[in-house]
Antibody, heavy 117, light 108 residues
Framework: QVQLVQSGAEVKKPGASVKVSCKTS????????INWVRQATGQGLEWMAW????????DYAQDFQGRVTITMDSSISTVYMEVRSLRSNDTAVYYC??????????WGQGTLVTVSS | SYVLTQPPSVSVAPGQTAKITCAGH??????VHWYQQKPGQAPLLVVY???DRPSAIPERISGSNSGNTATLTITRVEAGDEADYYC???????????FGSGTKVTVL
């Protein structure tokens, strides 16, 4: 079955960087985009970025352009999301989600990133 | 950028029908998708392409979309339906995805 398994929770200081992984299995890695979605505590879902594994193409929401980078290692069917220059309002749960058509049909379990001095 | 507006909360008695709206400019021209999120869990796709359901989702949950409003309808509401619900579309003008603000469904 389709699975997206994310790396564990992180605690970072302001100004640091964090890299979250999303290991996929149960389907052809090149066949679906991987998206990243953020959810601050008690807040709604916010789409951040997507990666097309077949073409290696990425695109980012304006709020994350220049500070977030999505990469992949196709040999292990894993996608990475790095956020640089962390600030306190980056504290959130970050989800990876598989794209299917224009919707997200499978989600990772989420990774809590806490930014605190 | 494209904006989706949902009511913050909807309350419904068990066995009754809950309707959750998602408003957007000419949203009827887009494909709308809906997610259910329970506390501490990842979102779960419950409706895609306006009205289609993944195989594991019961027929009590349905979607519609016309004009400037898409609607998620839950009939015969159960305690287990208590969750946050989000609508989502793909904005072709930006090649980006947009979520609604979310609606908390409370079962009385």
């Amino acid at each position: 079955q389709v699975q997206l398994v994310q790396s564990g929770a992180e605690v970072k200081k302001p100004g640091a960087s964090v890299k979250v992984s999303c290991k996929t299995s149960g389907y052809s890695f090149n066949g679906h985009d991987i998206n990243w979605v953020r959810q601050a505590t008690g807040q709604g879902l916010e789409w951040m970025a997507w990666l097309n594994p077949k073409r290696g193409h990425t695109d980012y929401a304006q709020d994350f352009q220049g500070r977030v980078t999505i990469t992949m290692d196709s040999s292990i069917s894993t996608v990475y999301m790095e956020v640089r220059s962390l600030r306190s309002n980056d504290t959130a749960v970050y989800y990876c989600a598989r794209g299917s058509g224009s919707w997200f049909d499978s989600w990772g379990q989420g990774t809590l990133v806490t930014v605190s001095s | 950028s494209y904006v989706l507006t949902q009511p913050p909360s909807v309350s419904v008695a068990p066995g009754q029908t809950a309707k959750i709206t998602c408003a957007g400019h000419n949203i009827g021209d887009k494909s709308v998708h809906w997610y259910q999120q329970k506390p501490g869990q990842a979102p779960l796709l419950v409706v895609y392409d306006n009205s289609d359901r993944p195989s594991a989702i019961p027929e009590r949950i349905s979607g519609s979309n016309s004009g400037n409003t898409a609607t998620l309808t839950i009939t015969r509401v159960e305690a287990g339906d208590e969750a946050d619900y989000y609508c989502q579309v793909y904005d072709v003008t930006t090649d980006h995805y947009v979520f609604g603000s979310g609606t908390k469904v409370t079962v009385l």
